[in-house]
């Protein structure tokens, strides 16, 4: 079984803690405004995530196809789509993921609001909702985010169609998005040996073994990762470092 169950919403938001007032600052008499795995909080990380794995990869627009697998909400789909990227498809199994792709997020900023004593419909409170929330459904990238986990062939022909594949085409690149840290090494091997069915080359996007990491996850150095899946190309978040 994953270390995490990521059909929860409490799983999503305890990965992610981020301070939503940073370009205003906010004044010592409250705390500040923080966010979980939500657009405002995510998308500038995960557009510096897309630009250096680009990078690491070698890939230019408007580039390979590509197969985001762990995908969220596919905010790193849509930065690759931004930088000119034309063929990106985000993969998410999680029921949160699925349930919620195509709903706004405007009554948790709300909430995160209200929790540090402002009203989101006056004054400061209203203020700071319109620089959070820009009225959107959560879901950007152009293909949208797939409830599809590529085993099976019904599955994998379903993948190939929404990218735009033809017959039995691979994609050119599969990129597991921090989904490998969550996985038993067993569950780790046979999601990539999945990916290898429908993707030319496989890569992973790793948080590796550092101080302050969140306990219950499978932490291991990127040089750990590629002893165990030596087929594989794995990427260090926050360097970019590749083996």
Same mark, same amino acid.
């Given at each position: 079984?994953? #270390? ?22 906010? +004044? ?11 657009? *405002?909080? &995510?998308? %500038? ?16 627009? +408007? ?19 931004? &930088?000119? #990227?034309?063929?990106?498809?985000? $993969? ?5 993921? =699925? ?12 909430? *995160? ?6 009203? +989101? ?39 190939? =169609?929404?990218?735009? $594949? ?30 290898? =069915? ?15 990491? =969140? +306990? ?13 899946? %030596?087929?594989?190309? #794995? ?6 470092? &590749?083996?």
């Amino acid at each position: 079984m994953p #270390f995490k169950d990521w059909n929860l919403k409490a799983t999503w938001d305890a990965a992610y803690s981020i301070g939503a007032e940073g370009d205003t600052g906010h +004044p010592n008499t409250r705390a500040e405004v923080r966010l979980n795995y939500h657009r *405002k909080a &995510m998308l %500038p990380v995960c557009q510096a995530r897309a630009a250096g794995i680009a990078q690491a990869l070698g890939w230019s627009a +408007p580039g390979p196809s590509i197969i985001i697998v762990g995908a969220g909400f596919g905010w790193t789909a849509e930065a690759l789509e931004a &930088m000119g #990227f034309t063929r990106v498809l985000g $993969l998410d199994v999680s029921s949160y993921i =699925q349930s919620n792709k195509g709903g706004t997020e405007e009554t948790e900023i709300d909430a *995160k609001i209200v929790a540090v004593g402002l009203d +989101p419909a006056t004054g400061e409170g209203q203020t700071i909702k319109g620089r959070l929330f820009d009225g959107s459904v959560r879901t950007r990238a152009g293909r949208g985010v797939l409830n599809e986990g590529g085993v099976g062939g019904a599955s994998r022909g379903r993948i190939r =169609q929404a990218l735009g $594949l033809a017959g039995n085409e691979d994609a050119d690149w599969g990129l597991s998005e921090s989904v490998l840290e969550s996985l038993t090494d067993a569950e780790a091997t046979s999601a990539s040996s999945v990916a290898h =069915q429908f993707c030319t080359n496989v890569a992973h996007y790793i948080v590796t073994l550092r101080d302050g990491n =969140q +306990p219950g996850y499978n932490w291991k150095s990127l040089e750990d990762w590629k002893l165990l899946i %030596p087929t594989d190309t #794995f990427i260090e978040a926050g360097t970019h470092r &590749m083996l």
